[in-house]
């Protein structure tokens, strides 16, 4: 099984936002079903998408699977987005000395 392309899965708001709860803590399928308006299968189909990109895995507590962020794919977007950084740093500090001038 090949891993999905990480920009694909990162497409996808929902996807985006259970990253963002899990930089925080650890959260059960339960958990991130109270943070959406989606039942359990659709956060659970989510979730398997970010497990088989290797952006999060599961940690199997009693009964419970805690989800947990895997930074080092994000790595690969980093990389990527670091020129559209430099690139709005630039604009911005031209911007400011507009600004200034005016």
């Known amino acids: 099984m090949t891993t999905p392309d990480v920009f694909a899965v990162l497409a996808n708001p929902i996807r985006r936002r259970i990253l963002e709860l899990l930089l925080k803590r ?3 399928v339960n958990n991130l079903v109270d ?3 989606l039942h359990r299968p659709s956060v659970s189909e989510h979730l398997q998408v970010l497990r088989s990109a290797e952006l999060v895995r ?3 507590r009693g009964r419970e699977r805690y989800y947990h962020i895997e930074p080092a794919r ?3 977007v980093n990389e990527w987005l670091k020129p559209f950084e430099h690139y709005w740093r630039e604009r911005l500090q031209a ?3 507009t600004l200034e001038e005016e």
């Open 35 to 37: 943070e959406f308006s």
């Open 58 to 60: 599961d940690e199997r």
């Open 74 to 76: 994000l790595v690969e």
């Open 26 to 28: 650890p959260y059960t």
């Open 95 to 97: 911007f400011d000395r």
